[in-house]
T-cell receptor, first 112, second 113 residues
Framework: GQNIDQPTEMTATEGAIVQINCTYQ??????LFWYQQHAGEAPTFLSY????GLEEKGRFSSFLSRSKGYSYLLLKELQMKDSASYLC?????????????FGTGTLLAVQP | DVKVTQSSRYLVKRTGEKVFLECVQD?????MFWYRQDPGLGLRLIYF???????EKGDIPEGYSVSREKKERFSLILESASTNQTSMYLC????????????FGPGTRLTVT
């Protein structure tokens, strides 16, 4: 079956760095996505990893190790507006197209 | 700018009513998805469609049906609403067989009383 684990909540300080981990077990792995979701809003795409290694995009970076079933999202120079839920999602082949299986999300609170 | 819209942000219905949730995307995407999002359970896939008139069940299809008569529109139908269907419903779309990045609509908060 499919299983995705990520911490429920994290707290960090403005200006600091935070790492949100995600571990997964899935068949037909086809990549891993990170989404950001502010309260009451739709999820928005942050990053995509399909090969092992680090993908950097401004203040955000995402890492993938397929052999370990592990990914992390790294947020640098934290800002108050980064307070949100961060969703890890694994893409797997679902028959006619790829489907996403989502973790329950990590609620990040950035404090002054 | 890519856009996925949903017919209502908030909806209140009574138990037993038939409920229609509409989703429209303007990106000419092949794939469209319906999720529900509940605290502690995350986003769960109800149904998806990879082409007009084509649909497949997701992880929690019971109590729901869908319709896709046009490429840009994907409807979720609750045949007889129940209180356990009170939830946030999110529609998404993506391009091509590879799936890829999904673009989400703003969501519909449905309350069934």
């Amino acid at each position: 079956g499919q299983n995705i684990d990520q911490p429920t909540e994290m707290t960090a300080t403005e200006g600091a760095i935070v790492q949100i981990n995600c571990t997964y077990q899935t068949s037909g792995f086809n990549g891993l996505f990170w989404y950001q979701q502010h309260a009451g809003e739709a999820p928005t795409f942050l990053s995509y990893n399909v090969l092992d290694g680090l993908e950097e995009k401004g203040r955000f970076s995402s890492f993938l190790s397929r052999s370990k079933g592990y990914s992390y999202l790294l947020l640098k120079e934290l800002q108050m507006k980064d307070s949100a839920s961060y969703l890890c999602a694994v893409s797997h082949y679902g028959g006619a197209t790829n489907k996403l299986i989502f973790g329950t999300g990590t609620l990040l609170a950035v404090q002054p | 700018d890519v856009k996925v819209t949903q017919s209502s942000r908030y909806l209140v219905k009574r138990t037993g009513e038939k409920v229609f949730l509409e989703c429209v995307q303007d990106m000419d995407h092949e794939n469209m998805f319906w999720y529900r999002q509940d605290p502690g359970l995350g986003l769960r896939l109800i149904y998806f469609s990879y082409d007009v008139k084509m649909k497949e069940k997701g992880d929690i299809p019971e109590g729901y049906s869908v319709s896709r008569e046009k490429k840009e529109r994907f409807s979720l139908i609750l045949e007889s609403a129940s209180t356990n269907q009170t939830s946030m419903y999110l529609c998404a779309s993506s391009q091509g067989l590879a799936g890829g990045e999904q673009y989400f609509g703003p969501g519909t908060r449905l309350t069934v009383t």
